[in-house]
């Protein structure tokens, strides 16, 4: 049975604290819904009412776009070891950019990983568990070092070119230009 609250309790960090995936969804008028896996140390619960993860770049600035056409998004939680346990955060977001002034402040409960482009900072509306069943029962068998490796790899200045050119979703809806983390690479965003 579904169970609501109003915000994030002790028992809902601790269920978060220990899972290596999470998923995003959001969606926006006339646009396609979008649903992303995340994973990495990329998720803070910052307040009960507050949380934030931090997005690398990727294939697309879905999330980027449709946050700032609706607002709305809603975050999951899926337990694969035992208890079965789903749990899901529904709730408000924006996008804070490197050059945002919230940035530092935000930026300072995460480590900054290669290609982080931006911050996602969510107010919680409602919390939701439900029984999580019908989920199979698996096991992490190692994070995916590949995307942080090709972020490391590549060119700053050619990867700012591509992306330059990036500036609405798949749909058409604008999103605000992101830069990305670099390890050591003047012009990206700092240490």
Not at 33 to 57: E, Q
Not at 115 to 130: L, M, P
Request: glycine letters at 8%.
């Amino acid at each position: 049975m579904a169970e609501f609250s109003e915000a994030l309790d002790a028992a809902h960090r601790a269920m978060i604290a220990q899972q290596p995936v999470f998923f995003v969804a959001t969606a926006a008028d006339g646009a396609r819904i979008n649903l992303s896996p995340k994973g990495y140390d990329a998720f803070r619960v910052l307040a009960d009412d507050r949380v934030a993860y931090l997005d690398l770049g990727g294939s697309g600035n879905e999330t980027n776009a449709h946050l700032q056409a609706d607002g709305r998004i809603t975050i999951m939680f899926c337990n694969f070891q035992q208890p079965a346990q789903i749990l899901r955060i529904y709730g408000t977001g924006r996008a804070v950019l490197p050059a945002d002034p919230e940035w530092e402040g935000l930026a300072a409960h995460f480590t900054l990983m290669p290609g982080t482009r931006q911050i996602f900072d969510i107010a919680v509306e409602s919390v939701q568990t439900s029984c999580g069943w019908g989920v199979p029962v698996m096991q992490l068998e190692r994070e995916r070092p590949t995307l942080l490796k090709a972020h490391a790899k590549s060119n700053p200045s050619e990867w700012a070119a591509k992306h330059a050119l990036r500036l609405s979703s798949i749909d058409g809806l604008p999103t605000r230009p992101t830069d990305r983390y670099v390890a050591g690479e003047p012009g990206t965003i700092p240490d």
